[in-house]
């Protein structure tokens, strides 16, 4: 099995756990993002997992090969992949029926400050970026790290609209958690 193929069954089980837990989620009591946005920040998800999952999109220039297939680089790749969306099973396990696929408020919204959540705040996506990055890797074309760009940008926005509810939600006990904790990156950012 190649590196690239491990990284798709790895992201086919994160989707089947996904799709499979998002049944007994709490109901949402505020919505922070609008339809339109909900709307692009899906279509843009749906873009970044075409480019790494359809291989006849390695035209022009993004197929072009950034790096070699099948080097160390490659298994270095496929592990950041596993290690990335193995934090993000565990972030989405620890956060329970509190997750959302969007900026929301649940009916009795807790802020969970334990496991991965310890490390950073928002470590869904944490996870999936590594998960993302160790794809391009394994991938090695341009196409991969286009995904991974257009991924990045969408969290961004995604976590400034989470910051900007949990510190509504939670005035006393968000700011400290914010200046304890990092963003994205644990210890960094």
């Known amino acids: 099995m190649t590196c690239y193929l491990f990284t798709l069954m790895c992201w086919g089980m994160v989707w089947g756990y996904w799709l499979y837990s998002a049944r007994g989620v709490k109901k949402t009591m505020v919505r922070d993002q609008g339809l339109l946005l909900r709307a692009c920040i899906r279509l843009a998800s749906l873009v970044y997992f075409l480019l790494v999952f359809l ?73 999936f970026l590594l998960g993302m990055l160790g794809t391009a890797v394994t991938l090695g074309e341009v196409r991969g790290l286009l995904a991974f760009a257009l991924m990045a940008i969408t969290f961004t926005k995604k976590i400034h609209d989470e910051e900007r509810l949990m510190l509504i939600q939670f005035p006393n006990a968000y700011p400290p958690y914010q200046a304890a904790v990092a963003r994205v990156i644990p210890f960094l950012f």
Do not use: M
């Open 55 to 127: 291989p006849y999109l390695s035209i022009g220039w993004l197929g072009v090969k950034w790096l070699p297939p099948n080097t160390i680089l490659s298994y270095l790749g496929a592990a950041a992949c596993a290690l990335g969306l193995g934090f993000a099973l565990w972030a989405r396990r620890t956060i329970g029926t509190n997750w959302s696929g969007a900026a929301t408020l649940k009916e009795d919204h807790q802020l969970i400050q334990t496991g991965p959540y310890a490390l950073v705040r928002h470590p869904i996506y944490s996870g």
